[in-house]
């Protein structure tokens, strides 16, 4: 007699089914060498699909399929008309399926190299790679880029998928050839784990369950081998760190730091530090929406509450007290760019580190990375999927780790200041120590007392304009009725300053960038020095101008839009430069060849082409006598 098997309840069900672990993976590779096809197929084995998502496939098949009559699984994951249409995977698709032992979310990730960002993207969320190749062309191009896209974003764990094996005989010397030559290439990129396996995704050899088509090959299939990796452990033999989400404060008893563990363990009693400040305590308690815990690790949401009343908030990292993360406003970093606009080093940017977002520029491009041959080439600006080593500055010190060492504290997005865009995302390599090392000089003679003697209140006029808008005119007008006031002033001037101080720089995007930083920051020495400065440049794009702005206190920068159209401005063309540009004698000239734009909010609009040099003075001096800078 048969015995009867007990019913699992969906409470038991669902409590075995939440502790289980989880394992993100990516695949990746060139294209058409069956990312989403295997995806589709690991969704399909598992028995994950319901009956009106396996008909709609079977539709789909027949309507956009690549596979005769047979099931076309790249469908499943290709989701984007465009995709579709053209069979090739543009923007990252997430799936989650889950085993008996693990649960899994797969990123498949775009092979095109134009949507190399998008690969990045999902290697950023990942655990482990699977880095498909098509056994019948070897290792491609984009072969090399996604492996060392894959190293440089921290990621240990291999799987080496030959795909389509059976396309070739299911031939292990095919197999062991590009084993041999994906191993030799990948020798310097430092994986823990290269596990090669003979698959073909369109059949499913090998993909759940080894092959009887490939009796030579004696190692696991890849979901056996997904199944039972070990990433876990890791994060958790890491040290401390706490990513400061918010303060969370109910009442006038209770004030707790929330945010989710990016690294290491902590327990209750144990010694803490809040990096930026470096101010210490013990761990009071440890708080989570199920009750307190005595311990909580890496990857868990907690409210940790501390023996002392010390400062932090959203941005702060609190971290072992005995492991502490570095602080500085400097360091080397890896940097993945990821749009169409160049990076241009000086320009402003914001960076975004775990739950900080600070300003932050690019000093140095010590090099750029040919992700082909992995030489190591001279550049001055990187383009859209361009990998560089990097020196950059923050404008506030920012609690760090080298990515190699601590992931989780060690990868930043670079966002554009302008739109909002993500365009970039980097690794940190380590602090630059020297920089920590500057520290202000405390002087006795402050800003205050200096513009007090001169009985004015110190400002930067910033005349921005095409050339030919009349800048100069105007601000030459303005200095001369300043001085007969008998005001301390000084006019910087775009043509001057170039003769000395920025003789070195160009006119390209990247030379414009610095010759604007250089000035700024001339200007605001001269502020400091209390004097009204007058500073006559094109100064075309509006990041470096927003940088100038901000390096002043509030009411120190006056932004004065000399509007002039073009056309007006070509027809004074004084220096003949216009006529020069057109003719091609002149490269990168604003307004021809190269983009102005335009302040969106200017303390002050000239209108030159029907306001005569000397109103617009005059209105300027009004400005100013106004608004209290004279004294």
């Given at each position: 007699m048969t015995e009867a098997i007990a019913p699992v309840s969906a409470a038991d069900y669902l409590a075995r089914h939440e502790a289980k672990g989880l394992l993100r993976f990516l695949t990746c590779g060139s294209v058409d060498d069956g990312k989403s096809t295997l995806i589709g197929r690991l969704l399909y084995d598992t028995k994950l699909l319901f009956e009106d998502q396996l008909a709609t496939l079977a539709s789909d098949s027949r309507k956009h399929g690549t596979t005769g009559d047979e099931l076309d699984f790249a469908l499943l994951v290709d989701g984007l008309a465009a995709e579709r249409e053209q069979g090739i995977t543009i923007d990252v698709a997430y799936r989650f399926f889950a085993t008996e032992r693990r649960k899994f979310i797969v990123a498949d990730t775009p092979g095109h190299e134009q949507y190399t960002r998008n690969m990045a993207t999902g290697a950023s969320n990942s655990d482990v790679a699977?880095?498909?190749?098509?056994?019948r062309k070897g290792i491609l191009t984009q072969t090399r880029r996604h492996s060392f896209i894959v190293s440089l974003l921290g990621l240990k764990d291999v799987v080496l998928a030959v795909n389509k094996i059976d396309l070739m005989d299911y031939s292990q010397s095919v197999f062991d050839q590009i084993v041999a030559d994906y191993r030799a290439f990948a020798a310097e990129f430092g994986f823990r784990t290269l596990v090669p396996i003979p698959i073909s995704a369109r059949h499913g050899d090998n993909v759940i369950a080894r092959s009887v088509h490939t009796p030579w090959y004696e190692g696991p299939s890849l979901l056996d081998h997904l199944d039972t990796l070990d990433v876990e452990s890791v994060a958790q033999t890491r040290p401390f760190r706490l990513p400061v989400q918010w303060v969370n404060r109910p009442n006038l008893n209770f004030r707790g730091f929330s945010g989710t563990v990016a690294s290491g363990t902590v327990r209750v009693g144990e010694a803490v530090v809040v990096a930026g400040s470096g101010a210490t305590s013990r761990v009071a308690s440890i708080v989570t929406a199920d009750g307190e815990l005595p311990q909580a690790g890496a990857g868990q949401a907690v409210t940790l509450t501390l023996e002392d009343e010390i400062d932090a908030s959203r941005g702060d990292v609190i971290a072992a007290a005995n492991a502490r993360p570095d602080v500085s406003d400097q360091f080397a970093a890896h940097l993945i760019w990821m749009h169409e606009d160049s990076l241009l080093p000086g320009r402003p940017y914001l960076m975004k580190i775990g739950t900080r977002t600070v300003v932050m520029s690019v000093t140095e491009i010590k090099h750029r990375v040919d992700v082909n041959s992995f030489q190591k080439l001279a550049a001055k600006t990187l383009a859209l999927n361009d990998v560089a080593v990097v020196n950059i500055a923050t404008h506030d010190p920012?609690?760090?780790?080298?990515?190699?060492?601590?992931?989780?504290?060690?990868?930043?997005?670079?966002?554009?200041?302008?739109?909002?865009?993500?365009?970039g995302a980097g690794m940190v390599d380590f602090g630059l120590r020297?920089?920590?090392?500057?520290?202000?000089?405390?002087?006795?003679?402050?800003?205050?007392?200096?513009?007090?003697?001169?009985?004015?209140?110190?400002?930067?006029?910033?005349?921005?304009?095409?050339?030919?808008?009349?800048?100069?005119?105007?601000?030459?007008?303005?200095?001369?009725?300043?001085?007969?006031?008998?005001?301390?002033?000084?006019?910087?001037?775009?043509?001057?300053?170039?003769?000395?101080?920025?003789?070195?720089?160009?006119?390209?995007?990247?030379?414009?960038?610095?010759?604007?930083?250089?000035?700024?920051?001339?200007?605001?020495?001269?502020?400091?020095?209390?004097l009204i400065v007058l500073v006559s440049f094109i100064s075309p794009f509006r990041a470096e101008r927003q940088m100038a702005r901000e390096l002043?206190?509030?009411?120190?920068?006056?932004?004065?839009?000399?509007?002039?159209?073009?056309?007006?401005?070509?027809?004074?063309?004084?220096?003949?430069?216009?006529?020069?540009?057109?003719?091609?004698?002149?490269?990168?000239?604003?307004?021809?060849?190269?983009?102005?734009?335009?302040?969106?909010?200017?303390?002050?609009?000239?209108?030159?082409?029907?306001?005569?040099?000397?109103?617009?003075?005059?209105?300027?001096?009004?400005?100013?006598?106004?608004n209290g800078y004279l004294g």
């Open positions: 699977v880095i498909l190749v098509d056994a920012i609690a760090l780790d080298p990515f190699a060492e601590i992931p989780q504290t060690g990868a930043f997005i670079v966002i554009d200041r302008m739109t909002n865009q993500t365009v020297r920089a920590t090392n500057v520290h202000w000089q405390a002087l006795d003679v402050s800003k205050a007392s200096r513009s007090g003697l001169k009985q004015q209140k110190p400002a930067v006029l910033w005349f921005t304009g095409l050339s030919g808008a009349g800048k100069s005119t105007i601000a030459n007008l303005v200095e001369k009725r300043l001085n007969a006031l008998g005001r301390h002033t000084y006019l910087l001037d775009g043509d001057n300053v170039r003769h000395g101080l920025n003789k070195d720089l160009g006119f390209t995007d990247a030379d414009r960038v610095e010759n604007i930083r250089r000035v700024a920051e001339v200007a605001r020495l001269m502020v400091d020095a209390g002043l206190e509030a009411g120190e920068f006056i932004e004065i839009f000399v509007d002039t159209p073009l056309a007006v401005a070509e027809e004074r063309d004084v220096k003949g430069l216009y006529k020069r540009a057109r003719a091609g004698l002149i490269q990168n000239f604003t307004g021809i060849d190269s983009p102005y734009e335009p302040p969106l909010d200017p303390e002050i609009t000239i209108e030159s082409g029907a306001l005569a040099a000397e109103a617009a003075a005059e209105r300027i001096f009004a400005f100013l006598l106004q």
